[in-house]
């Protein structure tokens, strides 16, 4: 088992950037592909990046290339989302997810793939 720890989040103008960490302990972290979701207010939970188990393979959501970049380094047990241009629909608690599944160049996009969860970081944008 693997628990996960967001942080990075708070209040930024559109344009700007961030950049999310995710801490995991537990379980050794090069076991487990890793990925970012994001929940919207009234919204469902939706894919934003995705990272395989030796960090060579990623995929993002479609609307989302080219402005946030996913990285993880294992020697530190830490995944990162870095996000450039924000903008006001990125307004969300920002999740990171973790599974054992696949080989060690796999990603997957699908949220019910994850099996572990952090507590989610609020990332809000205003004009």
């Known amino acids: 088992q693997v628990q996960l720890v967001e942080s990075g989040g708070g209040l930024v103008q559109a344009g700007g950037s961030l950049r999310l960490s995710c801490v995991a302990s537990?379980?050794?972290?090069?076991?487990?592909?890793l990925a970012w979701f994001r929940q919207a207010l009234g919204k469902e939970r939706e894919f934003v990046a995705a990272?395989?188990?030796?960090?060579?393979?990623?995929n993002y959501a479609d609307s989302l290339k080219g402005r946030f970049t996913i990285s993880r380094d294992n020697a530190k047990d830490m995944v990162y989302l870095q996000m450039n241009d924000l903008k006001l629909e990125d307004t969300a608690v920002y999740y990171c997810?973790?599974?054992?599944?696949?080989?060690?160049?796999?990603?997957?996009?699908?949220?019910?793939?994850?099996?572990?969860w952090g507590q989610g970081t609020q990332v809000t944008v205003s004009s």
């Open positions: 537990g379980r050794t972290f090069s076991l487990y592909a």
């Open positions: 997810a973790a599974t054992v599944s696949g080989g060690l160049a796999y990603v997957y996009r699908r949220l019910d793939t994850y099996d572990y």
């Open positions: 990272i395989s188990r030796n960090g060579i393979s990623t």
